[in-house]
């Protein structure tokens, strides 16, 4: 029984080292300039890189009394940390805008935002963390004042799609703080975004 007793924690042994270097690999990831598919990258964009996008569709927010909706949206948002073994791309939103709003929007945290490498691909899982924006509609039912606000857990806003230019399709549920009673618990938040700066952008793992 002794051999096989020990034949039993050498397997748990390996498994467990392999569940610690998987967990690794989920979350070296970085930004680049070239498109390597899963190879290493060999121009990369590390701290300090502005990730410049602007919408191609409207924003749409769905609520319970009313459809918002923003022809335009952009955000920029700086890198401040690059990424590489065992960590991940991580970085502020600097600016956001919504522009030619059926409502009055107006943001009170812009927030911090993570890219994660998926696998297999040319892109990352890109999330948000901390962005807070209030919406003001004339209504039948008089002003109503609605506040959402990305968690404290990282909101997968979508997958940024590593191309010559990259894109993001976001489409996230937002939950709202107390605010009017029509306020819907959470607004359905959708766009798409295409990136500007750096072109092209890719994500790898590192």
């Known amino acids: 029984m002794q051999p096989l007793r020990m034949l039993g924690l050498a397997a748990m042994a390996a498994l467990a080292l392999m569940a610690l270097a998987g967990a690794g690999t989920a979350s070296a990831t970085v930004l680049c300039k070239n498109n390597l598919n899963t190879a290493n990258c060999s ?4 701290v300090g890189t502005e990730l410049k996008a602007s919408s191609t569709t409207a924003l749409v927010i769905k609520t319970e009394y009313k459809k918002i909706e ?6 920029i948002g700086k890198v401040t940390n690059g ?3 065992n960590a991940t791309v991580i970085g502020n939103i600097e600016t956001l805008t919504f522009n030619e709003c059926n409502c009055e929007l107006k943001i009170l945290n812009r927030g911090s935002f993570e890219i994660h490498f998926v696998p297999g691909t040319d892109n990352g899982t890109f999330t948000d963390e ?3 924006v ?3 509609c ?3 039912f008089g002003i109503i004042h609605c506040i959402y606000k990305t968690e404290n857990n990282h909101n997968k806003l979508g997958t940024l799609t590593g191309g010559n230019p990259a894109k993001l399709p976001e489409n996230i549920d937002i939950p709202r703080l107390e605010t009017h009673a029509l306020c819907v618990n959470e607004g359905n938040w959708s766009t798409n975004y295409e990136f ?10 590192a």
Do not use: H, R
């Open 134 to 136: 209030t919406t003001n």
């Open 83 to 85: 990424g590489g073994n």
């Open 196 to 205: 500007t700066a750096p072109n092209p952008l890719y994500v790898a793992a």
């Open 130 to 132: 901390g962005q807070e």
């Open 70 to 75: 923003c022809p335009k949206s952009s955000f």
């Open 43 to 46: 121009e990369t964009l590390g």
């Open 138 to 140: 004339s209504t039948g």
